[in-house]
């Protein structure tokens, strides 16, 4: 079984900064690409930042030079440092990962995972 915790959300003023981390564990062969998501209410989830293994990284453009996504590959954990927050990044944001599970000493296909979210709240 494969877990994605994220934390590090809460309320924040506008321009502030935030936090978020997401562990990824279990039986767990490799992490490959990671990336943030998020969602607001009455809204599709959209694609925050993602990131390779390698740390390529790509981000929307809406947080283009507010945000930056990294990964510890030792800890199988994936960051995301949010600055100059604005009310409209308000969102529950979640974790995916695409794994490839350990089983019986070998690497399983790659699945997606994903994380119970995260509420980011930024008042103005």
């Known amino acids: 079984q494969v877990q994605l915790v994220e934390s590090g959300g809460g309320l924040v003023q506008f321009g502030g900064s935030l936090t978020l981390s997401c562990v990824a564990s279990?039986?767990?062969?490799?992490?490959?690409?990671m990336g943030w998501y998020r969602q607001a209410p009455g809204k599709q989830r959209e694609l925050v930042a993602r990131?390779?293994?390698?740390?390529?990284?790509n981000y929307a453009d809406f947080v283009k030079g507010r945000f930056t996504i990294s990964r510890d590959n030792v800890k199988n954990t994936l960051y995301l440092q949010m600055s100059s927050l604005k009310p409209e990044d308000t969102a529950v944001y979640y974790c995916?990962?695409?794994?490839?599970?350990?089983?019986?000493?070998?690497?399983?296909?790659?699945?997606?995972?994903w994380g119970q979210g995260t509420q980011v709240t930024v008042s103005s």
């Open positions: 990131i390779t293994r390698g740390s390529t990284t």
């Open positions: 279990g039986s767990i062969f490799r992490v490959n690409d």
């Open positions: 995916n990962a695409d794994i490839s599970r350990l089983r019986s000493g070998v690497g399983m296909p790659i699945d997606s995972y």
